[in-house]
């Protein structure tokens, strides 16, 4: 399995950004797949997962409104859609992908399947 992240940079507060997490090596519409964000110092925080299953959706109170995350499995590829970006959303940004639901009854599962190697989003003027 394979995950590979795009679409990163820097943007100024307000703009937008659309995150991209390619998958490979695995039954695309089986899987469920997520987002966290890691700012050193911090804890690893869980941000919007999506069921490939069910095709339901969640999100972090932090970014609810702001976020959507979307899959296309023609692309075999989850999207980030990020808007109205603050400075609190700068990270970097990891694709998860797991068989099992990325985020149940309140709790975001750490133990995934396999992690992408991230990429960086700053937000700053």
């Known amino acids: 399995v394979q995950l590979v992240e795009s679409g990163g940079g820097v943007v100024q507060p307000g703009g937008s950004l659309r995150l991209s997490c390619a998958a490979s090596?695995?039954?695309?519409?089986?899987?469920?797949f997520g987002w966290f964000r890691h700012v050193p110092g911090k804890e690893r925080e869980g941000v919007a997962w999506?069921?490939?299953?069910?095709?339901?959706?969640g999100y972090a109170d932090s970014v609810k409104g702001r976020f959507t995350i979307s899959s296309d499995n023609a692309k075999n590829t989850v999207y980030l859609q990020m808007d109205n970006l603050t400075p609190e959303d700068t990270a970097w940004y990891l694709c998860?992908?797991?068989?099992?639901?990325?985020?149940?009854?309140?709790?975001?599962?750490?133990?995934?399947?396999?992690w992408g190697q991230g990429i960086q989003v700053t937000v700053s003027s």
């Open positions: 998860v992908t797991d068989p099992r639901q990325i985020w149940w009854r309140g709790i975001w599962r750490q133990n995934v399947a396999r």
């Open positions: 999506i069921s490939n299953v069910d095709g339901t959706t």
């Open positions: 090596g695995v039954q695309f519409e089986d899987y469920h």
